[in-house]
């Protein structure tokens, strides 16, 4: 089966960092594109981040970009999420996805962890 | 700034037929855009239902389907069951990034 499960939210200050985990099972983790996903509480669903099969492509949405960076290791089956300059803004749920195919091509999120939750706030 | 567009809300009967746009504030929605569908309950993480426009993704029943229609991406479920009530959110690609669209829900009664 695959699973995805999320983990390192927490109640983290304005303009702080943290760094998020997304671990993989069930399936070839190194083949496959990875996404970031995150809903506002109450809000609708936001993708901030993908990364290609082999992590040499990374993109992100505008508004994370140059405070995010996304990475992964297929050795250890893990997604990451460097968050830096937090902002309250950036409180939500973050979600891994999985892509369809490795490469960046259009297919979009195939499976869903249970999220993690970020909370900015002083 | 892109905007994805869907309509806020919709109800449908049980059984019957609903369709959910998604729309580009900017042009049409074609093909190429690759649209997604996810539908998600309160308090669930999503499920992916359609990619590639009109690909249903693993287990989902053949009552939803995906397709374009005219200038705008659509979603359409036959046979409309209690448990569809959820929130539905389209994606677009628009070239390495994705953009969602803002959510409809969707009412069974």
């Known amino acids: 089966e695959v699973q995805l499960v999320e983990s390192g939210g927490v109640v983290v200050q304005p303009g702080g960092s943290l760094r998020l985990s997304c671990a993989a099972s069930?399936?070839?983790?190194?083949?496959?594109?990875m996404h970031w996903v995150r809903q506002a509480p109450g809000k609708g669903l936001e993708w901030i981040s993908l990364i290609n099969w082999d992590g040499t492509s990374t993109y992100y949405a505008d508004s994370v970009k140059g405070r995010f960076t996304v990475s992964r290791d297929n050795s250890k089956n893990s997604l990451f999420l460097q968050m830096n300059s937090l902002r309250a803004e950036d409180t939500a749920l973050y979600y891994c996805?999985?892509?369809?195919?490795?490469?960046?091509?259009?297919?979009?999120?195939?499976?869903w962890g249970q999220g993690t939750t970020v909370t900015v706030s002083s | 700034q892109t905007v994805v567009t869907q309509e806020p809300s919709f109800s449908v009967s049980p059984g019957g037929t609903v369709t959910l746009t998604c729309g580009l504030n900017?042009?049409?929605?074609?093909?190429?855009?690759?649209t997604s569908w996810y539908q998600q309950t309160p308090g669930q993480a999503p499920r992916t239902l359609i990619y590639h426009t009109n690909t249903r993704s693993s287990g989902v029943p053949d009552r939803f389907s995906g397709s374009i229609l005219g200038n705008t991406a659509a979603l359409t479920i036959s046979g409309a069951e209690a448990d569809d009530e959820s929130y539905y959110y389209c994606?677009?690609?628009?070239?390495?990034?994705?953009?969602f669209g803002g959510g409809t829900k969707l009412t069974v009664l």
């Open positions: 069930g399936f070839t983790f190194g083949d496959y594109a």
């Open positions: 996805g999985k892509d369809f195919v490795g490469a960046v091509a259009g297919y979009g999120m195939g499976v």
């Open positions: 994606a677009l690609y628009l070239g390495r990034v994705w953009v």
């Open positions: 900017s042009g049409s929605v074609s093909s190429g855009y690759y």
